[in-house]
């Protein structure tokens, strides 16, 4: 009767959204590191990824079986356990383009930062359920941003310009369908302007420059600005149907770097044309459009929360890296959901997935 | 539950990640389909790597067949092209190769096609290779191209004729000079080189290729093969040339350092075949090496040839003008005879002056009484020939003079050439804005005063006494070539034509000459060779120094098979400055045809006869 009921209220648009832009991934994958594959004989990456898939999968599975509210006991743990893992990254972590970012683990080598968000949302939620009926005045919303403040400035410090802005993103989605109003944003806007140069002073010389650069490419045509001038162009030369599956130069060639992480969508842009890129941005309006849909049904504050805060990320995710390969957003590393390689993002994507779907399932005035 | 706020709030975060979308959309639409093809060119500019392959110029060969320019590999220095180049590799190449940087960013702009290479540099040294070679992984976008490079074995000889090549520049790019050039293009500057470029050159071939983002060749495309430049055989006679060559450098050396001439030092000489017009030996002095441009002329070089006074770059043959002297005297003698104003046994007095124009007389104040015309052309009396001009009159001089084909350029497949002036009322009145008078007429019948004359229209009047009253065009090229050595075509040449002067004038022309290289001649040491020569001795007043010697002859006298043409700018008397120029050529003529044993021509300069006593000029 359970499993009748669940797999009857299952989001099964989501789902074939996910599955379907997971199995594109794994083919852009394949082709991204189809050169790395031929020289080594063995296609690491897509075997990795689809071994991870496997289990997130099944992770998502056996997630249905629990109910999200119970995610609430385990907040406050949570909330502590991530300001451990943000520390830990500062003092073990080993360091790669410039930030330290990533933990060792035996074999597997993860970014805290990647579960941080999946915690941070969680957290975020509970915290705010709890006072959802005095959120009333500004300075109501103060606890929250001092809340959220610690783990911010521990990814600040790392520094990961891209989960910094993430952690926003979610805050912002929630504070915002909560009720936070336009003129507050406004005026957080024209404070965020008023300290702007300050912030800048903060900044570590190769975010400076990543921005420099976005705002003009040109600048720096064999640094920073070569990953979105060789991005575009590859985007670009894909013209309506796209080269071809493993036949797109700039990714074969190797002219487009970190195609298989951050700028698989060039690769799909290039190989698959506007018709493939169109695809893809169709299936995560999927994904949002469910998400949004999933918030409005909610039965509880917490569900709302957290099924805002997860699509906000994704939504954060999609145009950050999607306007980052087509040049109208700057370098952030912010790597594209269910189509990046990478084991973490993946794992935590998959996660969020689950606690979209388990919102859905758990409700509890269900028409029979 | 949620309430009505936080519903619309869901739906306005619905709406604004739908216009993200649409965003994210057009962004796509604008790159992918409206800048579709910009972007594809760009790509294709990353992967894709055209490499010109040079087709060699064709060769040159003279009459028989040798070599006279070839080409011998060489290496050029090429720039990958791409959208925009590290500055340090700019300054690395600028500093490897000594040009400015801002040369070499022109170089880049100026270059349109996506694939091909810049060239920076022809023809570089070994030494360069091998430095190119050490440091090119420090700048991988600099590549060597291998390149046929322009050779002249033989440096000076017959330069004049041959020309030079060099790198088409901007200039003539711009004003479309030649056709299927871009830049770097080696094209012909001068000469040959320059009138049958569009021959020479051939058609350039490329390759292509697909390279990765390190540079490795990942592809080869079907490469277009080079059309090589056709190959042209030339009348010029190299044995000819080369002994010209010698003797004439020779010989003003003989006359500066005799002091005969101490600033002979520039001189033409022109030697054809008049049956045809087949120029077999083309000589201007000074001359300079060609293979200094084909390398790249270094400034020192180029203001020794650009500052002398003697114009080393002028090819004297076709655009010297000088005033024909008394070589004219042809042309006076056959307007008289044509229109009957002399008889060929008719003696005129002369009294060392004429009597309506007393000032005028002989060189030298001499006196030689009663003449005909046979001995008057033969001693080249001056007297005599102001009478004849004084029955003619300038109009008919100048008619004949242009019969003769002057004022007019030969036509020779040459650039440059020039026109000349034939004397008349109408060119003092335009020069000088002054009336004619008998005087000027007197000056014209002699060849001096306004008219002018470039050596190759002289060997053109000759060569219509020498072939019985024929005019032919003069010219170089006698046949072009197929790459392997088969005949491609002959070019086409104007028929002979008969000008308008009778046979029984021209015989009396012919009579004149010849007694001109006998005893009591102006040239009779012409008399020493095997075969009569008929010759006419000119000098040519020149308001700037010495005067000018002419020496125009023709021989065999029987059956005329070379017309030779020389003058020696500021020489002196024409018999003994410009002489033996001619002298040297008919041995060598008369050496070539068995007539003459071959050997050694006696002692130096004056070996042939360099110093015999001129007659009156």
Redesign the interface.
């Known amino acids: 009767m359970e499993i009748k009921r669940i797999l009857k209220n299952l989001d099964w648009w989501l789902i074939s959204a996910v599955l379907i832009l997971m199995g594109c991934g794994l083919g852009l994958i394949d082709s991204a590191t189809h050169s790395f594959a031929v020289s080594t004989g063995k296609a690491w990456h897509v075997q990795r990824q689809s071994m991870f898939m496997v289990f997130g999968i099944i992770m998502v599975t056996i997630s249905l079986a629990f109910d999200y509210r119970m995610l609430k006991n385990y907040a406050t743990r949570l909330y502590i356990f991530n300001i451990i893992l943000l520390l830990a990254v500062m003092f073990v972590g080993h360091s790669q383009l410039g930030a330290q970012r990533w933990i060792q683990v035996g074999s597997l080598s993860f970014q805290p930062s990647e579960f941080s968000k999946v915690f941070l949302i969680i957290c975020l939620a509970t915290f705010m359920d709890k006072r959802i009926e005095w959120l009333e005045e500004f300075k109501d919303y103060l606890p929250v941003f001092g809340y959220i403040f610690v783990p911010w400035l521990l990814v600040m410090r790392q520094p990961d310009l891209g989960t910094s802005l993430r952690f926003i993103a979610i805050l912002f ?1 929630m504070i ?4 936070f109003k336009y003129n507050w944003f406004l005026r957080l806007g024209v404070a965020f302007v008023a300290l702007l140069p300050a912030f800048w002073m903060v900044l570590k010389d190769y975010q400076k420059n990543r921005i420099r650069v976005f705002l003009n490419p ?1 600048l720096d ?2 640094g920073s600005g070569y990953h979105v ?2 991005s ?9 149907l796209g080269k071809g599956w493993l036949a797109g ?2 990714s074969q ?3 487009l770097p970190e195609n298989h992480t951050d700028f698989i969508f060039a690769v799909a ?2 190989e698959f ?2 018709v493939g ?2 695809l893809i ?1 169709m299936l ?2 999927i994904i ?2 469910r998400g ?1 849909a999933i ?2 049904d ?2 509880d ?1 917490f569900g ?1 929360l957290l099924a ?1 805060g997860v ?2 990320m994704f ?1 954060f995710h ?2 950050v890296n ?2 980052m390969t ?3 957003m700057p370098v952030t590393g912010v790597p594209l959901p269910f189509l990046s390689y990478g084991v973490s993002s993946l794992t935590t994507n998959l996660m969020l997935v689950a606690i979209l779907l388990n919102v859905k399932v758990r409700k509890q005035n269900l028409q029979f | 539950m949620l309430n009505k706020k936080q519903t619309l709030r869901l739906q306005t975060l619905l709406g604004l990640c739908l216009v993200l979308f649409a965003i994210l959309l057009g962004r796509m639409m604008y790159l992918q389909l409206w800048r579709g093809e910009y972007y594809t060119k760009q790509s294709d500019g990353n992967r894709l790597r055209q490499s010109r392959i040079i087709a060699p110029r064709g060769l040159v060969y003279d009459k028989d067949g040798k070599e006279l320019v070839n080409n011998l590999p060489g290496y050029a220095v090429v720039l990958q092209k791409q959208s925009d180049y590290k500055p340090e590799t700019l300054e690395h190449i600028s500093q490897l190769l000594d040009i400015p940087v801002a040369d070499i960013k022109k170089k880049i702009k100026e270059s349109r096609n996506y694939y091909e290479p810049i060239l920076l540099k022809n023809n570089v040294s070994q030494e360069m290779v091998t430095k190119i070679e050490e440091q090119r992984r420090y700048m991988p976008e600099v590549m060597l191209s291998v390149q046929p490079i322009r050779n002249y074995p033989y440096k000076e000889l017959a330069v004049h004729a041959l020309g030079y090549v060099g790198e088409v520049s901007s200039y003539e790019i711009a004003k479309g000079l030649f056709k299927n050039v871009t830049q770097g293009s080696i094209v012909g500057k001068s000469g040959l080189e320059k009138s049958y470029d569009k021959i020479l050159r051939g058609e350039d071939g490329s390759f292509m290729e697909e390279v990765d983002v390190a540079g490795n060749v990942v592809k080869h495309y079907d490469s277009v093969q080079p059309v090589p430049g056709k190959n042209l055989q030339l009348t010029l006679d190299f044995r000819l040339q080369k002994a010209l060559e010698e003797f004439t450098d020779k010989h003003l050396a003989y006359l500066r350092n005799s002091g005969l001439a101490p600033r002979a030092r520039a001189a033409a000489v022109v030697a054809l075949d008049p049956r045809n017009g087949a120029v077999r030996a083309m000589v201007s002095r000074p001359g300079y090496d060609p293979n200094l441009f084909v390398h790249g002329i270094s400034s020192k070089d180029w203001d020794r040839i650009n500052n002398d006074d003697a114009y080393p770059l002028n090819n004297k043959v076709i655009s010297g003008e000088y005033p024909p002297g008394s070589t004219f005297k042809i042309v006076t003698g056959s307007a008289a005879f044509e229109l009957n104003k002399v008889g060929l046994n008719e003696p005129i007095f002369d009294g060392g002056f004429h009597p309506l124009v007393p000032t005028m007389g002989n060189a030298g104040g001499e006196v030689l009484g009663w003449l005909t015309f046979i001995s008057a052309l033969a001693m080249s009396d001056n007297v005599y020939f102001y009478e004849l001009g004084n029955r003619v009159g300038i109009d008919n001089i100048a008619k004949y003079a242009r019969i003769y084909g002057f004022g007019q350029k030969t036509g020779i497949d040459l650039e440059g050439e020039s026109r000349g002036l034939v004397a008349s009322k109408h060119v003092k009145r335009e020069i000088w804005d002054e009336d004619w008078r008998l005087g000027d007429t007197f000056n014209a019948a002699i060849g001096q005063g306004f008219n002018l004359t470039t050596p190759i229209q002289l060997s053109v009047m000759l060569s219509i006494v020498a072939n019985c009253g024929i005019k032919y065009q003069p010219y170089l090229v006698d046949s072009i070539l197929n790459a392997d050595g088969t005949l491609f075509e002959k070019p086409k040449r104007a028929e002979g034509k008969h000008i308008d002067v009778s046979q029984q004038t021209i015989d009396y022309m012919r009579q004149g000459m010849s007694a001109t290289t006998q005893e009591g001649g102006t040239a009779s040491y012409f008399s020493q060779l095997p075969k009569p020569i008929a010759g006419k001795t000119g000098t040519a007043e020149n308001s700037h120094g010495r005067d000018h010697g002419l020496f125009v002859a023709y021989g065999p006298v029987d059956d005329p098979e070379l017309v030779v043409v020389c003058i020696v700018e500021q020489g002196g008397f024409g018999s003994t400055a410009a002489g033996p120029c001619v002298y040297r050529a008919f041995e060598e003529f008369l050496k070539e045809g068995g007539w003459m044993p071959e050997g050694k021509p006696d002692q130096q300069a004056g070996g042939s006869p360099a110093e015999p006593v001129p007659a009156a000029q």
């Open positions: 989605g915002f369908v909560r009720g040109e045509p064999f001038i060789q575009k162009i590859a985007i670009g030369s894909g013209g309506l130069t700039q060639l190797n002219f842009g290039e044309g506007f890129a169109a941005i995560y309006l949002i459009w949004i918030a409005l909610a039965d504050n709302t805002v699509t906000s939504m999609v145009m999607i306007g087509a040049g109208i």
